[in-house]
């Protein structure tokens, strides 16, 4: 079945580490999004990626990086420049239109990151 | 601020019962979308809706538009205990020059047994 996997499910990181958040899709969408959710909060773009080897910064992406080096992979590194990180983390996916709103995005089931 | 805002932030019924969650939104839109959230999952999308439709059907849900009121409308009938989720509504924006999705804070609707 097609779909986003997102990995770990839960995440821990220590003061002053970074960690990795994984997302792969098998959809053969170009575009891919990562998103912060806070409790009770709807959803704010940290990055996206139109297309392989380009990506942008969204409304949040101080103390994140990302890298687009394959089409099916987005991962999304917290820095420990990010001084808040305790958040629900989803990654996205969608054809070029969904980034338009024009199609759907489809998420992954997240990463719940915690600090230690 | 959100482009879209639903209301209200927390509905709770009976099962059985239709719920009605509520959008707006400050500028024009070409499409608006609504999707649904378990507990600790990923979003999934419901219904998307056009600036040029006025209502859309699938299933037990309804969703209308009103661009006029610059506001979207959800109706789940006959809810059922598995209907229990945040929804939220999300709308294409311009955003510093840029076309986006964006995202609503969401209705956290409960169905009692």
């Known amino acids: 079945d097609g779909g986003i996997t997102q990995s770990p499910k839960y995440l821990f990181r220590k003061e002053g580490q970074n960690v990795t958040l994984s997302c792969e899709q098998n959809?053969?969408?170009?575009?891919m999004y990562w998103y912060r959710q806070d409790p009770g909060q709807g959803l704010r773009l940290i990055y996206y990626?139109?297309?392989?080897?380009?990506?942008q910064k969204g409304d949040i992406a101080e103390g994140y990086s990302v890298s687009r080096e394959k089409k099916e992979s987005f991962p999304l590194t917290v820095t420990s420049a990010q001084k808040n990180p305790t958040a629900f983390y989803l990654c996205?996916?969608?054809?070029?239109?969904?980034?338009?709103?024009?199609?759907?995005?489809?998420f992954g089931d997240g990463t719940r990151l915690s600090i230690l | 601020s959100q482009q879209g805002e639903e209301d209200p932030q927390a509905l709770s019924i009976q099962e059985g019962e239709n719920a009605t969650m509520n959008c707006s939104y400050k500028t024009s839109i070409n499409n608006l979308q609504w999707y649904r959230q378990n507990s600790g999952r990923g979003l999934v999308h419901l219904i998307l809706?056009?600036?040029?439709?006025r209502e859309k059907h699938s299933g037990r849900l309804r969703v209308t538009l009103d661009t006029s009121k610059k506001s979207s409308s959800l109706l789940i009938t006959a809810s059922r205990a598995a209907d229990t989720a945040s929804y939220f509504c999300?709308?294409?924006?311009?955003?510093?020059?840029?076309?986006?999705?964006?995202f609503g804070q969401g209705t956290r609707l409960t169905i009692n047994p």
């Open positions: 999300a709308t294409d924006s311009i955003i510093q020059g840029a076309q986006k999705l964006v």
């Open positions: 990626s139109q297309i392989v080897n380009d990506f």
């Open positions: 996205a996916s969608s054809t070029t239109a969904g980034f338009l709103g024009n199609q759907p995005q489809h």
């Open positions: 809706i056009r600036s040029n439709e």
């Open positions: 959809l053969n969408h170009d575009a």
